[in-house]
């Protein structure tokens, strides 16, 4: 059974980079027909997608944070990470990593980890 | 600002049927993306519930189902349960904004 797990600093200051990694387990990341996502949650709102990488390396962003958002993954770690520059208060939320099957538009999220909380604070 | 708006609470008693409803544009549901639907326990990351409208994954019980009309979807939880005391959200795909999207969300409350 395929599980993940977030990892990273908890406190990020205002302009600098955020960064997370996320660890699966029970299951490659190179499995064939999977998106590995990256989704955030602020207090008391609905998730917001920021983004996801393809089993082949392929990777699609929300455009409200393409400019900003990296993703990119290690399969010698079975891990992907995200990156998101410039952070600022309002990036402070809590941090998910997700899995989707293709086609994403039909399939749900179905395994996340247990997610990480990020502030963005000096 | 999500493009999906939920009523922000439904509450009902134990055994009841509940429906929270999820309405969308013509940028989303109604241009034939599908609906998925997640219940979120405080505290927890969101489990999906239903996927393609109408599907449950594996283990998912089936007091849960799902429906899709228009630019609109909808969940109904039959035969209420305490546990089910939890926020509830929608999500699809976008293409104006090209872009995975979620609910506003709707707290389920258990008399």
Known sequence: QVQLQESGPGLVKPSQTLSLNCNVSGGSINIKNYYWSWIRQHPGKGPEWIGYIYYSGSTYYNPSLESRVVISKDTSQNTFSLRLRSVTAAD???????????????????VWGQGTTVIVSS | QSVLTQPPSVSGAPGQTVTISCTGSSTNIGAGYDVKWYQQLPGKAPQVLIF?????????????????????????ITGLQA????????QSFDNSLTSHVFGTGTKVTVL
Do not use: H, Q, W
Request: include cysteine; aromatic fraction near 16%.
């Open chain 2, 83 to 90: 546990e089910d005391e939890a926020d509830y959200y929608c």
């Open chain 2, 52 to 76: 393609g409208n109408n599907y449950r994954p594996a283990g998912v019980p089936d007091r849960f189902s799902g429906s899709k009309s228009g630019n609109s979807g909808s969940l109904a």
């Open chain 1, 92 to 110: 402070t939320a809590i941090y998910y990593c997700a899995r989707v099957m293709d086609p994403p538009d039909f399939n749900g999220f179905d």
